[in-house]
């Protein structure tokens, strides 16, 4: 009989962990609060409830063998209860406390000697006396939301209440992401490095690139970083981390999440095994595939351009596009600035995937049906 991995969320995450999942023995359930959510139309395994509801997690985690998630902000004490019932909780309830703000997290890289930028913890504005500055939330923030550049006392405004965290300015030169499984048998994978783009307005990603333009020594870098932190997290899943490489040469970790991430969805035709398929190998136990580059690859979000009944247009362009993929995350109101999908391309060097990506993020969008 199939093993049950619950998951804590619907979204196009769980979305994507479930089409990946369809060659593996395991049964996959899904909470999430939204009778619509991605997943809804796609399984008959969903549990309509609030992931961060203490009872309504506690209760669903004792239907199934595994409990894992596709989001970070969920109730983190029902899980707790559930690994002292003797569930299993992959990540652990004591990696997801220490992700989920984002204080804990930066102390965490400063104690076990993990590079990061400069920073310190304060409990509310009026203790923000320093400027230029960033000013990142220490709970609840997610695609953008969260971080805010604070030039000088006259941005005060728009500083978030409540305790945040205060890192220094990076000169940056790039971001790069590195995507790394790691199962309870301490098997480790890490994928290859990527460099992000981002909206500058939206602060979301636009582009994701592979293979990074990065050298060999930073690449190896980058890798290692990631190895050591998953390791020293005690991690079982898989773990984002997002780099800053400064112009001076240094590798900074900006942060990391323990899940399947936007920054490794090209993974699904950009290498042999996609983010979504290890993070069930790695959660559920089984043995970790090494992971190879396909071809290079771009992936691009797309974004809600209006507020209504989705409707994609241009997708033609890329239906005539070869090596192009649509990844349609099955949400059931576009708004402007939410993600609806993304789409990747292929090619023979990463130059020709990059020109390919740019024409469908110029062509291809998501706006609003009329009724």
Not at 14 to 28: F, H, K, R, T
Not at 169 to 184: C, F, P, S
Not at 323 to 348: D, F, I, N
Request: include cysteine; charged fraction near 25%; glycine fraction near 8%.
């Amino acid at each position: 009989m199939a093993k049950k991995l619950g998951i804590l969320g619907g979204g196009q995450l769980g979305l994507m962990i479930l089409q990946a999942s369809e060659n593996l023995d395991v049964e996959i359930h899904f909470l999430d609060p939204n009778p619509e959510c991605s997943v809804a139309q796609f399984t008959e395994h969903l549990t309509v409830g609030d992931f961060t509801d203490y009872d309504t997690v506690v209760k669903f985690g004792q239907t199934v063998d595994v409990v894992t998630i596709e989001i970070e902000h969920v109730n983190v004490e029902a899980l707790e209860t559930l690994e002292a019932m003797g569930k299993t909780v992959n990540p652990s309830s004591r990696v997801l406390r220490t992700i989920q703000d984002k204080g804990l997290q930066k102390t965490f890289y400063q104690q076990h000697d993990l590079p990061t930028s400069d920073f310190r913890l304060v409990s509310s504005p009026e203790a923000i006396t320093e400027f230029p500055i960033v000013q990142k939330a220490r709970t609840g923030g997610y695609d953008g939301k969260g971080v805010q550049v604070l030039k000088s006392a006259a941005d005060l405004d728009k500083a978030f209440p409540g305790p945040s965290v205060l890192e220094d300015l990076v000169d940056i030169e790039l971001e790069v992401g590195v995507i790394v499984a790691r199962n309870a048998q301490g098997e480790v994978v890490v994928f290859p490095p990527v460099d992000m783009e981002f909206d500058p307005e939206l602060n979301l990603v636009k582009y994701v690139l592979c293979p990074s333009v990065i050298d060999e020594n930073m690449n190896k870098k980058c890798v290692q970083i990631a190895q050591d932190l998953a390791t020293k997290l005690d991690l079982v899943g898989i773990l984002a981390v997002e780099y800053f490489i400064t112009k001076d040469g240094k590798v900074l970790i900006n942060e990391a999440a323990p899940r399947v991430h936007n920054s490794g969805h090209l993974t699904i035709e950009g290498t042999t095994t996609s983010q979504f398929e290890m993070h069930v190998r790695a959660v559920m136990g089984l043995d970790l595939p090494t992971v190879e580059v396909t071809e290079p690859s771009v992936m691009v979000n797309l974004i809600g351009t209006a507020q209504g009944f989705p409707q994609i247009i241009n997708e033609n362009v890329l239906h005539d596009m070869p090596q192009s993929y649509m990844h349609w995350y099955e949400k059931a109101e576009v708004r402007p600035g939410r993600k609806m999908g993304h789409m990747t391309v292929l090619a023979t060097t990463r130059d020709e995937a990059r020109a390919k990506a740019e024409v469908l993020a110029d062509e291809v969008t998501v706006g609003a049906r009329e009724e």
